[in-house]
C-alpha cells in the first residue's frame, strides 16, 4: 500500500514560526453594521502583516506564498508584494501540507500562507444552483432542483443514516456544540462567547432536522497566516523571535471520489476508509497515536464532523462517538480537549485556518484561559466532501 | 416554464426528457451493463464511453432522509423534505417527499419513484413508500 511507504520524510522538516488573524469579533461588528471594511485580500494583508511580526521576520525573508482558496494567487501577492520563488493556492490544511513539501524539495525556505474572506461581507452563498465550491464538489449543486442545496443539508443526510444505524441520539450530539462554546467562552477571539446548554441546543430551532440551529457554523469575515519555515531557518527565528517552535510532524491523506456526486462515500461509509487510510499514513510519520494526542482540531463546519473524526481516526470504535464524548469529555477539563479555540461554531468560521493557528498557539502555551496543560500534540483532522486531510503538529 | 432545470454537463438532458416523458433513464454502460448516476462521459467502473439510454424501475430503498424548516428557495417553503435512494439499478439519487409520507421513511424503507411538478415547469422525481 502507498500508505505504508509515505514514511517520515515530512516529519519536523518545517516548523509554523509565526501566526496571526484579524480582529474577528470588530470585523463581525463592522460587517453586521453594514460596513464593508475590507476584502478578502486586505484582511490576507493584515493578517501576514501581523504573523510576520509575530515571527520578527520581514518579507525579504520570505520566498514562498500560499494562498488561501478564496483569493487569487498573482493577486495576493502583488498586493502583499511578495516576489516568491514558489507559490500555489490552497486551504488550510493542504496550505500547511504544501508548504511542508515544497520546503522538504528545497523549493522554498520561508513560506507565508496566507488567507482572506469577505464572505459574509459579499454574501457567498453555501446554497443554490450556483453555490460556491459547485464546480469541484457537484454534490454541492447538483440536487438543486429537489431542493437540496445546502452543504448543512448533505450533513443532515449522513447524521440522520448515522443515527438510524448507530442509535445514536440529537442530544449526543449536541455535546459538540455545547463543549465547543464553552471553550469559545475563554476565548477573547471567538465571536460566540456565551455559554449554551444541552437544553438550549435541543431547543433551537432545527435548520436540516435533524440538525439544529447550533450545528451549523457561524458566517464571518476575516483573515488567518502563518509563517512556515525550514527547520533549521525556523530555530533561528524563534532563537531571535523568542516563541516555541511547532513542528508539523506528520501528515496524511486520503481522498474518496467515486460516486462523490450521489452521495456514496458520505451515506454508504460515512468516509471511514479515507479516514482509515489518512489516520494511518499521519500517525506512523508523527510517530505518535491518539493515546498521545493533547488536543484534536476537527474542521467543523457542521458539528457532526467532531463524531466522524473520533471514529474514523481510532479515537473511539464506530458508532460509539456518542458515549465516548460522554466519558471522555471534549470540553474545559475533559479528558481529550476538542476544538479549544470553539471552532468554526462558535470562534470564527476562517475554512480550518483558524485550526491552525490554535493547534500552534496551545503546543506554545499561550492558550490563556483555555490552555490545556502541557500541551505537546496537536493533532488536526479535515473532512471536507470526502477529502480527508490530517495534520499533527508537536513541540 | 422550462423543460428542465440547469444543465450541469450535455450528459444532463438525455435524463431530464425521460422524465419529462414520465419513464426516467439513465446510462447504461455498453461494456459492464452498469447503470451511472448522475450521467456522464464515461463509465466510472470500466471507463468505457459507450452507453445506452435505459428505463430504470423507480424501484429502491431509502439510505437517509432531511427535512429543511428554513426557506432557501422560493419553490420549497418549509417543511419540505427530500429521500436519499438506492436505485435498484445501483445508483443513489435524490428525489422530493411529500409531507405526508416523512413519517413513514426508514433506512432501507421501500419506495417507488413518482413524479411530480415543479413551480418552473418540468417535472421532477420524487418518492413515496411502496
Ligand atoms: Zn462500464
Known sequence: MPADSCGASLHKVAAVTGIAHTDWIEDYRRVRAGDKPFDSYGYGALAFSRAMADAGISRSDIDGLIVGPTTAYERMGEVLDLNPRWGDQADAVTAVAKACMAIATGMAEVVALVYGNDQRSAAIQYGGPEAMGGDAFLSYVYHSPWGLTSQGALYALMFRRYMALTGTQERDLGQVSVAQRAWASRNPHALMQKRITLDDYLAAPYIAEPLHLFDYCLINDGGVALIVAEASRARAIATKSGKPLVFVDGIGRADLNREATSLGPRLLEFYRPAQHLAARQVYEMAGVGPEDVDALLVYDSFSCHILFALEGFGYCGEGEAGSFIARTGIGPGGQLPVNTGGGHLSESYMQGWNHQIEAVRQIRGEGGDRQVPDCRHVHYVSDVAGKVVSLMYGA | ?130
Request: charged share 20%; proline share 12%; hydrophobic share 40%.
Open chain 2, 1 to 130: 416554464m422550462t423543460s428542465h432545470p440547469r444543465l450541469f454537463s450535455p450528459y444532463d438532458e438525455p435524463m431530464w426528457s425521460s422524465i419529462a416523458a414520465r419513464e426516467m433513464r439513465l446510462q447504461r454502460c455498453a461494456g459492464c451493463s452498469a447503470f451511472r448516476y448522475p450521467p456522464g462521459p464515461a463509465c466510472p467502473r470500466c471507463l468505457g464511453v459507450e452507453a445506452s439510454w435505459e428505463p430504470i424501475a423507480g424501484s429502491g430503498r431509502v439510505l437517509s432522509w432531511t427535512t429543511f424548516h428554513r426557506q432557501y428557495l422560493s419553490a420549497y417553503p418549509p417543511p419540505h423534505s427530500v429521500v436519499a435512494v438506492k436505485l435498484d439499478e445501483g445508483p443513489i439519487m435524490i428525489g422530493s417527499v411529500k409531507p405526508e409520507h416523512v413519517a413513514a421513511l426508514a433506512v432501507d424503507r421501500a419506495v417507488r419513484m413518482v413524479y411530480v411538478a415543479h413551480p418552473d415547469g418540468y417535472l421532477l422525481p420524487a418518492f413515496e413508500p411502496a
